[in-house]
C-alpha cells in the first residue's frame, strides 16, 4: 500500500482534514502559531506514522461506533482505535516486521506488552510497529497542543462521564492506539455501525486488555442512533 502526501498533509490529517462535523476546530486554529514547531515534528513523523493517520482518517468511515452523535463518521476516539486494531495489521501484514522492529528503538514496557498480549512472534512485532506508529503520531499532537511529555506507561489518569467524540489530549491517543495494537480480536473480525462492543476488546465481552481508554471512552453507553 502507498500513500502520497501533499505538503502539510500529516498535520492536515491527523487534525481531521476537514472531514468532521466540527472541521479543525480550536486545535486547526492554532497551527499557524505553532508551525515552526509543526514543521520539525512532521520533517521527525515516521513513514509508519504517516501510514497510522491514513488509517485514522479510514477509520472515520470504517471504524463503526460510537460515532459523532447525530452523524456518519466513527468519533475520533474510534478511529484512533481503529486505525490500530484493524488497519495497520493490515498494511503491515505481509511485512517483515521482525527485521523492521530490529532498527527501532521501542520503550520495553511496550514491548513487554506485546509480548503478553501476543504469543506469536509475527504478531508481537506487528504489535510493536504499530505502538510506534502511534508513539510517533501522538506526539505531533502533543506539540500541536503544547501538552506534556507522552509515554506508554503513563496512562492519561482522566476518566470521562460520557464518550467524547472530539480529539482526545495526546496521551489519551498514545494510550488508545497501544490499547488497538494490543486488543487480540482478530482484524478480520466486523465491527459495527451500532454497537461499539462487537468485533473489538470490549470491557462488556470481558476483555482487560486492549479496552478503549476511559480518557475519552465511557464502556455500556448507548450508541446514537
Same mark, same amino acid.
Given at each position: 500500500?502507498?500513500?502520497?502526501?501533499?505538503? @502539510?498533509?500529516?498535520?492536515?490529517?491527523?487534525?481531521?482534514? /476537514?472531514? $468532521?462535523?466540527?472541521?479543525?476546530? +480550536?486545535?486547526?486554529?492554532?497551527?499557524?502559531?505553532?508551525?515552526?514547531? #509543526?514543521?520539525?515534528? #512532521?520533517?521527525? %513523523?515516521?513513514?509508519?506514522?504517516?501510514?497510522? %493517520?491514513?488509517?485514522?482518517? %479510514?477509520?472515520?468511515?470504517? /471504524?463503526?461506533?460510537?460515532?459523532?452523535?447525530?452523524?456518519?463518521?466513527?468519533? +475520533?476516539? !474510534?478511529?484512533?482505535?481503529?486505525? *490500530?486494531?484493524?488497519?495497520?495489521?493490515?498494511?503491515? @501484514?505481509?511485512?517483515?516486521?521482525? $527485521?523492521? %522492529? =530490529?532498527?527501532?528503538?521501542?520503550?520495553?514496557?511496550?514491548?513487554? $506488552?506485546?509480548?503478553?498480549?501476543?504469543?506469536?512472534?509475527?504478531?508481537?512485532? *506487528?504489535?510493536?510497529?504499530? &505502538?510506534?506508529?502511534?508513539?510517533?503520531?501522538? +506526539?505531533?499532537?502533543?506539540?500541536? *497542543?503544547?501538552?506534556?511529555?507522552?509515554?506508554?506507561?503513563?496512562?492519561?489518569?482522566?476518566?470521562?462521564?460520557?464518550?467524547?467524540?472530539?480529539?482526545?489530549? =495526546? !496521551?489519551?491517543?498514545?494510550? *488508545?492506539?497501544?490499547? @488497538?495494537?494490543?486488543?487480540?480480536?482478530?482484524? $478480520?473480525?466486523?465491527?459495527?455501525?451500532?454497537?461499539?462492543?462487537?468485533?473489538?476488546?470490549?470491557?462488556?465481552?470481558?476483555? #482487560? #486488555?486492549?479496552?478503549?481508554?476511559?480518557?475519552?471512552?465511557?464502556? &455500556?453507553?448507548?450508541?446514537?442512533?
Amino acid at each position: 500500500m502507498e500513500f502520497e502526501l501533499c505538503d @502539510g498533509a500529516p498535520v492536515m490529517l491527523l487534525l481531521g482534514g /476537514g472531514h $468532521s462535523p466540527q472541521g479543525l476546530g +480550536e486545535v486547526g486554529a492554532q497551527v499557524p502559531d505553532l508551525l515552526p514547531q #509543526v514543521l520539525q515534528v #512532521v520533517g521527525e %513523523i515516521s513513514a509508519d506514522a504517516f501510514a497510522l %493517520i491514513a488509517c485514522h482518517e %479510514i477509520g472515520h468511515h470504517l /471504524g463503526g461506533a460510537p460515532k459523532y452523535r447525530g452523524q456518519w463518521a466513527a468519533n +475520533e476516539g !474510534q478511529a484512533d482505535y481503529f486505525a *490500530t486494531l484493524k488497519c495497520m495489521r493490515e498494511v503491515f @501484514g505481509a511485512d517483515d516486521n521482525r $527485521s523492521i %522492529i =530490529a532498527g527501532m528503538n521501542p520503550p520495553p514496557v511496550l514491548v513487554e $506488552s506485546c509480548e503478553r498480549s501476543w504469543g506469536d512472534g509475527a504478531a508481537i512485532a *506487528t504489535c510493536i510497529r504499530s &505502538g510506534m506508529a502511534g508513539l510517533s503520531a501522538a +506526539e505531533l499532537m502533543r506539540v500541536l *497542543t503544547g501538552a506534556p511529555p507522552i509515554f506508554f506507561d503513563l496512562p492519561d489518569p482522566d476518566e470521562v462521564g460520557e464518550t467524547v467524540d472530539s480529539h482526545p489530549a =495526546a !496521551q489519551c491517543r498514545l494510550d *488508545t492506539y497501544s490499547a @488497538g495494537a494490543l486488543c487480540q480480536v482478530s482484524s $478480520s473480525e466486523d465491527l459495527s455501525e451500532t454497537n461499539p462492543s462487537e468485533g473489538t476488546c470490549a470491557v462488556e465481552r470481558g476483555f #482487560v #486488555v486492549g479496552v478503549r481508554p476511559r480518557c475519552w471512552y465511557l464502556p &455500556g453507553a448507548p450508541a446514537d442512533p
